[in-house]
């Protein structure tokens, strides 16, 4: 479902001399969370304006080659005066890839209990009504997409430079899975536009994927090897990664990222899930195949997502009820699994 609402306010807005703009990902931010507001980052200093992006936590490691990442905020690492100063005389809030307020986590209740306009912009399913201006689209690529599809609604493609490119077409291609999982013929030729920015695919590409520590692979073997459970009866199969894990290959933000794919490659396996335990909660990163619906499971847990790709955290389960609870629910929806 397209949903657009007061973008022409967003225009007249734009049109302001040198306003200063908050731009936030989700928590966690990934690839596309992390291009798309740097690409909106960087069409919004090319107007003239004067945004800064505030993340809730840490970025990926493998994303910090990305044009001005240096200069994102903490939001974590800040203190409470620090955050003020960042909220003080902003005039808009531009809240990207994500459409569920909590997802910003600790910034949620800062930006909800201020009077600044804010603007969604996103591609996830069932978005909620707390932006003043929606610029969300559930059958696009990637928030990256988006991003490009609202300057080029907003008639100011010639403000896209190659930074901004550069950082859209990192959004894409993360999100995609190379592409992978790009099924209309419009992201493609968003990309092809891309491209013509002379952004050096070829780097990009590299960057994010032949960029791996020693401690890294050395990890995916571990979890290959120890973690991988399969259930080839239940066309299921899921990693289970510990606390003890993370310190022993003393894990970077983003050093997980992907390793739920492997999972997913194996025949016969339609579903699959990432299982973390992190320090006072656990995660679930949902894959699935064809119709085989990931986000029912991520919702069961609190989460949600995309049909094929979903998420969640919880507060309540340790890892080990978790695993239990999820081959659980897993075992009483096999209907859902053999829809593909």
């Known amino acids: 479902m397209f949903t657009v609402i007061n973008i022409n306010r967003l225009k007249i807005y734009l049109k302001k001399n040198k306003q200063k703009i908050m731009i936030i990902p989700h928590v966690s931010p990934d690839g596309d969370a992390i291009g798309s507001t740097l690409g909106f ?50 005039r808009l809030i531009a809240c990207l890839d994500f459409n569920a307020i909590n997802r910003a986590e600790g910034l949620s ?17 069932t978005p909620e009504p707390f932006a003043d201006m929606i610029f969300h689209d559930n059958k ?35 999100d995609t899975g190379c592409f992978r999982y790009a099924l209309s013929e419009r992201v493609h030729e968003i990309a092809g536009k891309l491209l013509q920015k002379d952004i050096q695919p070829l780097k990009i590409h590299n960057s994010l994927f032949n960029n791996n520590s020693e401690e890294r692979l050395r990890f995916l073997g571990h979890m290959l090897k120890e973690r991988l459970v399969v259930h080839k009866d239940l066309r299921f199969a899921y990693f289970k990664q510990t606390f003890s894990d993370k310190q022993k290959y003393h894990l970077k933000e983003g050093d997980s990222e992907g390793i739920v794919n492997y999972a997913l490659s194996i025949r016969g396996i339609d579903l699959a899930c990432y299982l973390t335990e992190e320090d006072g909660y656990t995660k679930f990163s949902f894959r699935s195949l064809g119709e085989v619906p990931a986000i029912y499971f991520a919702k069961h847990f609190g989460g949600g997502g995309h049909h094929n ?7 309540d389960l340790t890892i080990d009820d978790a695993e239990k609870q999820l081959v659980e629910l897993v075992k009483n929806n096999q209907h859902l699994i053999h829809l593909s």
Request: hydrophobic share 40%; aromatic share 12%; glycine share 2%.
């Open 41 to 90: 980052y960087h069409f919004l200093k090319a107007l003239g304006h004067q945004p800064f992006i505030l993340s809730p936590d840490e970025y990926p490691y493998y994303l910090d080659w990305l044009p001005d990442i240096e200069k994102v905020y903490i939001a974590n690492q800040l203190d409470t005066s620090q955050l003020e100063n960042l909220f003080w005389n902003t």
């Open 109 to 125: 209740e800062k930006i909800m209990e201020s009077s600044i306009p804010i603007l969604m912009v996103d591609h996830h399913e």
């Open 140 to 174: 696009a690529s990637s928030t990256c997409e988006m991003v490009y599809r609202l300057i080029e609604t907003l008639d100011w493609l010639n403000f896209i430079n190659i930074e901004c490119a550069k950082c859209l077409y990192t959004g894409i291609v993360t």
């Open 309 to 315: 790709a979903a998420g969640a955290k919880t507060h």
